[in-house]
């Protein structure tokens, strides 16, 4: 996917990617421009339970020379290019290998109140109204002890 512009996605479904690659391998996400997006802008993700998914996780994608803005708005614990690893860090398949870089990414907000009871709407963290900004520019989904 290159060379493309997504914007003002998730008008319905606030849980959507401008590209969401689901257990996918060797691809190039790159010079695309993605901005008003309410959760991330870039996602790849692999099964958590590998048994089920006959082994297939998202690795050896490159994303680069994007272009990211005002993402992550309407939800929380996310990030404008986020990864998600397989959940199992006993399989060697859990180094994913995926290459970011190159990337420039502004106005990442996160929306989720101090006590969540209300989500922010985009709002800056404000602390009088409780907003905190949960959000990454990027969000790699690992358990500590499985990076290595």
Sequence with gaps: MTHSVFHDLGKTLVHVAAVSLR???GNIIAHNRITKMPRYA???DSFYN???A???ISRDNIFE???IDSVCYATTDTGAIEMLGSGDASLVEFQLNNTIRFNKVTNVFGSSSTNGDYVCQ???VN?????RGIAWSI???VRPSSII
């Design 23 to 25: 257990s996918s391998a």
């Design 42 to 44: 870039l996602e790849a």
């Design 50 to 52: 590998l048994s089920q």
């Design 54 to 56: 006959g082994g297939r």
């Design 65 to 67: 020379f994007n272009v």
């Design 122 to 124: 985009g709002q800056a």
């Design 127 to 131: 602390k009088s109204l409780g907003c």
């Design 139 to 141: 969000y790699l989904c």
